[in-house]
């Protein structure tokens, strides 16, 4: 019974993979067919999406630098159609977001935390010069500023450099700091407000987050706990940093931008 059992998980996951792969075959082929030559790259956000009923976010690139903006217009509308084919077919919706190349590049120079928390987490399905790759690597390396790895990466260094630690720990302390204030601060922008200064983030958070049950209050503290500690240590009310506070603060900053993170993929700016 169990063998039966597992034998029908196995067989039910293999259709879901086969639709899936229909899938993104008719959407590439629907895109690629007129519009390869200013298409740039095509990926998916969270791809384990794809083997569900739940919607599916699609990042169109369009190289503008070759692009007329009345082919960029009839190729946003044929994806739409495209969308509703896809739809009625397989009772997947797919939601297209349609990038500029010239301003996605803007929002990699500004280490836009949103924009590498994307990257971290897509799916290619057409990278032909190998645009999205690279990017992954550097998340994945700890090379951007305000994400997870990056203070990993960081806190890595500290055990490695003993010699300067009181220095290092200043670091790291101003690194979680700057962290969670661009994790903030990208998920805010995310949903359509305009970021406050750091010192009022944590009130922002609370009204348009908490309130509406979209945030547990926890997180706020977080925030709150990481920006306290911070402000103390820069007004000289706290000479030195102390290691286990800083264990505790990474591990909070760990768990608050992982949720901004969710927050940014819920946001619903995202649907066409």
């Not at 196995?10 to 298409?39: A, C, H, P, Q, W």
């Not at 908490?210 to 945030?215: A, C, F, Q, S, T």
Request: no cysteine; net charge positive.
């Amino acid at each position: 019974m169990a063998k039966a059992k597992q034998t029908g998980k196995k067989s039910k996951n293999s259709r879901k993979t086969k639709v899936s792969m229909n899938i993104i075959k008719e959407l590439l082929d629907g895109l690629l067919k007129k519009y390869s030559d200013i298409v740039k790259a095509i990926w998916v956000i969270s791809p384990k999406d794809l083997l569900s009923k739940k919607p599916s976010i699609v990042v169109v690139l369009i190289d503008d630098t070759k692009a007329k903006e009345k082919d960029i217009k009839q190729l946003e509308v044929d994806a739409i159609q495209l969308s509703e084919k896809l739809e009625q077919k397989y009772e997947k919706k797919i939601y297209f977001d349609f990038e500029l190349l010239t301003h996605y590049f803007e929002k990699v120079m500004q280490d836009r935390i949103d924009t590498f928390i994307e990257i971290k987490h897509a799916l290619a399905l057409y990278d032909p010069t190998g645009f999205l790759r690279p990017l992954q690597l550097l998340v994945e390396k700890g090379k951007i500023l305000g994400t997870k790895e990056s203070i990993l990466r960081l806190i890595i260094n500290v055990k490695s450099r003993m010699k300067d630690i009181s220095k290092i720990k200043v670091e790291a302390l101003a690194k979680i700091y700057e962290a969670v204030i661009d994790a903030a601060e990208a998920a805010l922008i995310a949903w359509g407000y305009a970021a406050l200064t750091p010192k009022y983030i944590a009130v922002q958070l609370d009204r348009i987050f908490v309130k509406k049950h979209k945030l547990s209050k926890r997180f706020v503290d977080y925030y709150k706990a990481i920006y306290d500690y911070y402000k103390q240590y820069e007004h000289d009310k706290i000479k030195v940093v102390d290691g286990a506070k800083l264990d505790e603060l990474i591990k909070k900053a760990d768990a608050f931008i992982d949720r901004m993170k969710e927050l940014i993929e819920e946001a619903p700016h995202r649907q066409v």
